[in-house]
């Protein structure tokens, strides 16, 4: 049976040990702050020079608890000291600031220095801590994710495309290649929303060419009785309403990159003048018999089948060819998901940009089901998504996107990526922690899981699902599940996606 990399990865996330250094010299304090946190942590003190030395190294800790009076004689550092010490390594890890004393002017200086909290230990019950440690855990979590991702988006220039996907850097690669080179015709591929002008722009501006002009033409949105007029130009009498001479795409583009997106929609006609620019870089503006010569890096686009369309006889197979000197194919993003987290904070950047008031982030829960979602709209639909969600967010005053924000994305999508109640793991978890499920409902609980997660990956296809999991087809895999939930019908709620899409007639 075949297991999911997402599976895998969502059941490490569920049994992350949370690690908290707790720096104080009063050790009976540490000790019953360390019964207070019980298993769900793990716990390092430190209240010597050697401890410090030992097992002092920030980044690897979820939370700080440290004191800041250490009367401890061998220790050369106080509180303060150490605070400074950690936000230099580390300015996104959480540290509490705790003492046994009121002291508003320490207090003052240690939340400018970036900590997260001043407790009076006095006035704390120590039940208070674990409360405000889990607040700070997922706080702390999110700064750094957040943080990575920034560093990530500082890579790319503006109008770069984003992405650290295999295919992403290939193309990178390819753009490089082609830029340099400056006259290789290109054919560039994919879908709608994948960024094919991005891509194009992006040759022009790293190219031999940068200088001179970049002219984008989208061909499906020109007239049929003036588009040659519009590639071609014409001479003052050409036609009845021609007045004057006319220069057109190709001239004004002349030096430059001359980019004819949805060459897929050209009539034959024009088909057939644009292959002799392709082949000579000359054309003859309507009305003149005289050839103008061009020196341009002709880069066309296209999200149809155009070898289809040759077979329908609705595209020169000959043109085709001239236009596919050197290919550049853009892969949908449902194949480049690892990248969506960073397109997400990189939209979110933009918006920041524009002065526009915008939520810092996006919730684990959203960022999962982001990832989750096929995108048929691809980068384009991502992108329209994050800026609603965005508004959304901030009509509810939340500093950070939450699953609720993803109001572009359809609820029936959302509630399967989602899970029953709007919680992803909620329900998972809420059944895998009682002390009373036995290792048959247990297993039957995970086979549910990658059911679920197989859904996802492959667009709702039950047949494909059958063939990953390994059985011999859907019929199959319906009689397995309709077993679990006559053996655990607990587990129906919780599954409520897979029972309607297996189970219910």
């Known amino acids: 049976m075949k297991i999911s990399l997402d599976f895998l990865s969502s059941m490490c996330l569920f049994f992350h040990m949370r690690n908290i250094l707790i720096v104080d010299d009063d050790i009976t304090f540490v000790n019953s702050l360390i019964m207070v946190f019980g298993s769900d942590y793990h716990i390092e003190k430190a209240s010597t020079p050697e401890d410090m030395e030992r097992i002092f190294a920030p980044f690897k800790y979820d939370v700080i608890l440290l004191d800041i009076r250490l009367d401890n004689k061998s220790m050369d550092k106080q509180g303060i000291e150490i605070l400074k010490e950690v936000k230099a390594q580390d300015p996104d890890i959480p540290v509490i600031m705790m003492t046994a004393y009121s002291d508003i002017e320490t207090a003052v200086e240690a939340l400018k220095i970036g900590a997260e909290d001043y407790i009076q230990k006095n006035k704390v019950a120590l039940s208070d801590y674990k409360h405000i440690v889990d607040s700070l855990f997922r706080e702390g979590k999110l700064r750094r994710r957040i943080s990575k991702l920034q560093k990530e988006v500082e890579k790319y220039e503006p109008g770069e495309i984003i992405g650290k996907n295999r295919k992403i850097e290939e193309i990178r690669k390819q753009i490089r290649l082609v830029a340099e080179e400056g006259k ?251 002390n009373n499920i036995s290792i048959a409902e247990r297993v039957a609980l995970f086979e549910l899981k990658m059911v679920r997660e197989t859904l996802i990956e492959s667009g709702m296809k039950k047949q494909e699902v059958s063939k990953v999991l390994g059985y011999n087809d859907r019929f199959a895999l319906r009689r397995r599940i309709l077993a679990i939930f006559k053996k655990f019908p607990s587990l129906r709620n919780e599954f409520e996606d897979v029972f309607n899409k297996f189970v219910k007639k």
């Open 184 to 434: 290789t015709t290109v054919l560039i591929l994919g879908e709608t929303g994948t960024g094919k002008e991005l891509v194009a722009k992006a040759i022009h501006r790293l190219g031999i060419r940068r200088d001179a002009p970049f002219v984008t033409v989208s061909l499906a949105a020109l007239n049929k009785d003036t588009i040659n007029s519009d590639l071609f130009g014409h001479e003052k009498g050409a036609f009845t309403g021609a007045t004057s001479r006319r220069i057109g795409f190709l001239e004004e583009a002349d030096g430059g990159v001359l980019f004819l997106d949805e060459i897929g929609d050209l009539d034959n006609d024009v088909q057939v003048k644009l292959l002799r620019v392709i082949e000579n870089r000359e054309f003859m503006r309507m009305g003149s018999n005289v050839p103008i010569k061009v020196d341009i890096q002709l880069v066309a686009a296209t999200h149809r089948n155009l070898k289809k369309l040759i077979e329908e006889n609705k595209f020169r197979e000959d043109l085709y060819y001239r236009l596919k000197t050197y290919v550049i194919e853009l892969p949908p993003l449902r194949e480049r998901k690892d990248d969506i987290p960073l397109l997400a904070e990189f939209f979110l950047d933009q918006l920041k940009k524009q002065d526009r008031s915008t939520p810092d982030s996006l919730s684990d829960e959203a960022l999962i089901a982001l990832k989750r979602y096929a995108w048929p709209g691809n980068v384009r639909e991502l992108k329209q998504a994050i800026e609603n969600a965005a508004l959304n967010a901030r009509l509810s005053g939340d500093k950070i996107i939450t699953l609720k924000d993803l109001k572009a994305i359809p609820r029936e999508d959302l509630t399967m990526l989602s899970g029953k109640g709007g919680n992803i793991q909620a329900g998972f978890l809420n059944i895998l922690n009682r």
